[in-house]
């Protein structure tokens, strides 16, 4: 790129286990009610984190719950330890029961941020199901998706 911008999307790394969370090979279970967690790591310096998708899927129990897995982007500042969120918390939108419970993915609401890798540490958390008819979930990966310009440096 030169002088302009581009907009790219990237698979992060494994997701690590969390709170009511087990992992498989490559994948974490989280229980109702639990959590588990993925780093944003394969972000450029510099670029400007737009979105985040989750891919997860659901054991069949044939209800919805009442509420359906939720997600949340995270920062942790290092040189004061101060944690905080990018955007609010997104429930999965998906509500029919079939495809709720295959393998899908739902965008995360983000506030576009400018990344600093020497700084900061981003994230990912999936919360589980909470309410009426819960079920465990799992957790396969997730996607980055930030603009770039030719300033940004290479992951």
Known sequence: L???SETLTRAQTAPHKGSGA???ADTIIVAAGGSATQVLDRIPDGSRLTSVT???DRNNVGTLPT???TGIVRKRVLTTGTSSVI???TEDPTAVLATYEAYHGFAVAVTPETINN???IYWIELNGEVGGVTAQTTMYHCTATFEVTSQDKAP
């Open 2 to 4: 030169q002088y302009g």
């Open 87 to 89: 955007g609010p918390s």
């Open 118 to 120: 020497a700084t900061t």
């Open 22 to 24: 087990t992992t498989t």
């Open 54 to 56: 989750i891919y997860h």
């Open 67 to 69: 509420t359906r897995v």
